[in-house]
C-alpha cells in the first residue's frame, strides 16, 4: 500500500478557518492593515472585539469590531 503524504501546513490551515468561522464575534487577530495608511501592523498579542490597536506608522488609533461572520472592522476611536 503506497505511502500518502499529508501537507501538514495545509491542514493547519483548514483548522484555523474552520476555527475562526464558528467563533464569530469572539474571533481573534494577530496583525491589521490600517484604513488610513494601508500598513500592515503586526501584533505580539492577539485582540479582538471592543479592544484598540494603534496603527505602528502613522500613530492612528482605532477600536476592533468583529462582526458575525468573524471579520474585523476598524473604527477611529
Sequence with gaps: MPDRMVDEEELARDEE??????M??????KDFDCPDCNANNPYDESFGDGEEVRCFYCGQEFVAQVSDEGKLKLKSS
Design 24 to 29: 464569530d464575534g469572539r474571533r481573534r487577530f
Design 17 to 22: 478557518k474552520d476555527a475562526g468561522a464558528s
